[in-house]
Nanobody, 120 residues
Framework: QVQLVESGGGLVQAGGSLRLSCAATGRFLSSYAFGWFRQAPGKEREFVASIGWTGVNTNSMKDRFTISRDNAKNTVYLQMNSLKPEDTAVYYC????????????????WGQGTQVTVSS
């Protein structure tokens, strides 16, 4: 069993930055890949980035968002720069077995999410 708690969300102006954190507890955490997803109202959950032993997997936001992992702290981060109003969403952290999964069904554990709101 893995528990995930996200933090770091909030309200930011367009062009600003936020760093989200995902604190993980449980056993065999080093065996898991971790990912970030986001979901805006009325939209499907969207893959943002994942990190595993083989490296990092990012989508089209890779020029603005960076995922990293501190194994000593059991924490995964998402650094978000140059934020845009369309980045407004609830951001979720997830843990799953695999290399760098990008599909929600590949993840077994999910956090409760943290709200990110970007004002124009």
């Amino acid at each position: 069993q893995v528990q995930l708690v996200e933090s770091g969300g909030g309200l930011v102006q367009a062009g600003g930055s936020l760093r989200l954190s995902c604190a993980a507890t449980g056993r065999f955490l080093s065996s898991y890949a971790f990912g970030w997803f986001r979901q805006a109202p009325g939209k499907e959950r969207e893959f943002v980035a994942s990190i595993g032993w083989t490296g990092v997997n990012t989508n089209s936001m890779k020029d603005r968002f960076t995922i990293s992992r501190d194994n000593a702290k059991n924490t995964v981060y998402l650094q978000m720069n140059s934020l845009k109003p369309e980045d407004t969403a609830v951001y979720y952290c997830a843990a799953g077995l695999g290399t760098t999964p990008s599909r929600p069904y590949e993840y077994s554990y999910w956090g409760q999410g943290t709200q990110v709101t970007v004002s124009s």
